[in-house]
C-alpha cells in the first residue's frame, strides 16, 4: 500500500470519527529524568488530560490507605515517567491546572500504587522508574503543568 493511500485512510478515520464524535485518545507519556541537583527547568513539564477513565480502574488506594480519585487518558500509558537516577530524602510532586482540580496517582515499578488521591505529594523516593496518571474531574479536558522539587 501506497503513503499517499495510507494518508488517505487515515483522513478518512479521522473525519469519521470527528463527525461520529469519537475523539480519539492520544498517548503522550514523557519521560522526566532527574539525578540529585536537578534545575528547577529540569522538573517541569505540562500536559493535558481528557478523562475518559476512572484512576479507580488501576488503583483503589495508595500505601498509605489514601483513595485514588479522578479520571485519566489512558489505562495502559501513563501521562509521565519519572526517572529517578539517585535516592530523593524529600522530594515534592505536584500538578496544577486553572479551573480543575488535578489529582496524581503514581505507581512504582513493581506496580505498587505510593500516592494518590490529591495534586500534591511530598515524601522520600528511592532511585527508580515511576509512572505517573494525571486525573481532572470525569468528562473534560484539562491542561495541567507537572512539577518536581527537591
Given amino acids: ?17 470527528t463527525a461520529l464524535g469519537v475523539s ?22 505540562k500536559g493535558f488530560t481528557r478523562a475518559s477513565f476512572s484512576l479507580l480502574a488501576l488503583s483503589n488506594r495508595d500505601r498509605e490507605d489514601r483513595p485514588c480519585l479522578g479520571f485519566g487518558n489512558d489505562r495502559d500509558t501513563p501521562d509521565h515517567i519519572l526517572s529517578l537516577r539517585g535516592n530523593f530524602a524529600n522530594l515534592k510532586i505536584q ?13 512504582n ?6 500516592f494518590c488521591g490529591g495534586n ?11 509512572r505517573v496518571w494525571v486525573g481532572c474531574n470525569e468528562g473534560t479536558t484539562c491542561n495541567y503543568m507537572l512539577s518536581v522539587k527537591e
Fill in 95 to 107: 500538578v496544577q491546572s486553572k479551573g480543575n482540580a488535578p489529582t496524581l496517582l503514581i505507581q
Fill in 24 to 45: 480519539p485518545v492520544l498517548a503522550q507519556s514523557t519521560t522526566m529524568t532527574l539525578a540529585p541537583g536537578f534545575s528547577p527547568a529540569e522538573g517541569v513539564t
Fill in 1 to 17: 500500500m501506497s503513503d499517499t493511500m495510507r494518508q488517505f485512510q487515515w483522513v478518512v478515520s479521522l473525519t469519521l470519527m
Fill in 109 to 114: 515499578s513493581s506496580g505498587e500504587t505510593v
Fill in 120 to 130: 500534591s505529594v511530598q515524601s522520600s523516593l528511592r532511585a527508580g522508574t515511576y
